[in-house]
């Protein structure tokens, strides 16, 4: 059963169904499509140009935020920023196009491929990868706070977001104990086991919480790209001509990262328009102009992911093929890495040029 399941045509095949499925239940129990039609035949191009714009700051601010968290998690030398970038950029169209969260491992895997082989350099960069996102958590709970205070949302609703920001501080609160900086203990790892010693390496990519200055750098620069989500969120709300306030803005960014959590399949096309546009219903904006606001809301944020995905896997000289591959890639890199001399590189050796 197991051999059947792997199969890849017979994988393809379930993706089809699934999203065969999806996709009739959209179109016959879905929105009224001549409403949805004429939303985006009104569409203020000006507003969507705009939001395009603040989603590549987003990017462009939370990729900042990764680099700094890396800084503080190895010894040079280090990835430059322009490798992080580059990285980040791939890492978002693989979560865009994939599912399974892949995109996560791509960019490990890009920049690794960038940097002199080193024992535990695979289970350091994921490290800084869980240290980036437990750093969403703060402009997170700020976000729910915010929408939990001055948007219009149901009492159940309340009470589950309540729940996520209990389980956010608790989940900071053991990253933040976890965390091992890489400078804080020479203690040799040689006569650990495996396992020990990719969890004392992973351990360091979340080093930069022992650092005040660099984990509030950091926390900022994730708060900026928040904020500018916001924004692309409520621009794009304008270039639809639905004129709501910031808290509803707030209210569908929040939405949107909860039904993103898990890709079931790519992008959660379909099943994202309808969690955007049920809230908006209780603010007076028809549910068919919610999903055509959904769809062309997703369609801005893809156009930035997917394009400045696809220039950056381009030039990383990288493939679908191997994308899709990653999660097979990345045993093979850790056993490579176990199999790397443990001595750590010289200083002199500053950093890895973008």
Known sequence: MRAFLRNRRVRAVVVV????????????????????????????????????????????????????????????????????????????????????????????????????PRRGLWATLVGTVFAHRVFDLVPVVSLILFVLITAKIPAWASTSLLVIVVAGVGLFV??????????????????????RRLVAMARQGLGVMHRPLPAAAAISFQ??????????????????????????????????????????????????????AVPLVSYGVAYADGVAFGFGLQAIEASVGIGIGLIFLAREGLSFAILRGMPGTAEAQERADEREPLEEPEPARAGVPG
């Open 174 to 195: 053991f990253a933040f104990a976890s965390a091992r900086h890489h400078g804080e203990s020479r203690r040799r790892l040689d006569g650990m086991g495996a396992v």
């Open 17 to 116: 169904l699934v999203l065969a499925g999806a996709g009739a239940l959209l179109y016959w129990r879905g929105p009224d499509w001549r409403i949805v039609g004429e939303a985006f035949k009104a569409v203020r191009w000006e507003w969507v140009v705009a939001a395009i714009g603040i989603n590549l700051a987003s990017i462009v601010s939370r990729s900042i935020a990764w680099k700094l968290v890396i800084d503080e998690a190895m010894p040079a030398p280090r990835p430059g920023y322009r490798v992080t970038f580059s990285a980040f950029c791939v890492g978002l169209l693989a979560n865009a196009i994939l599912p399974g969260r892949i995109g996560e491992l791509a960019r490990v895997a890009v920049i690794r491929r960038r940097l002199p």
């Open 223 to 276: 708060f900026l790209g928040w904020f500018c989500q916001l924004m692309a969120v409520y621009t794009a709300m304008l270039a639809f001509h639905i004129h709501l306030s910031l808290p509803a803005a707030g209210l569908v960014l929040l939405v949107m990262n909860v039904v993103t959590i898990v890709p079931l399949w790519p992008g959660n096309i379909g099943a994202l328009q309808a969690a955007i």
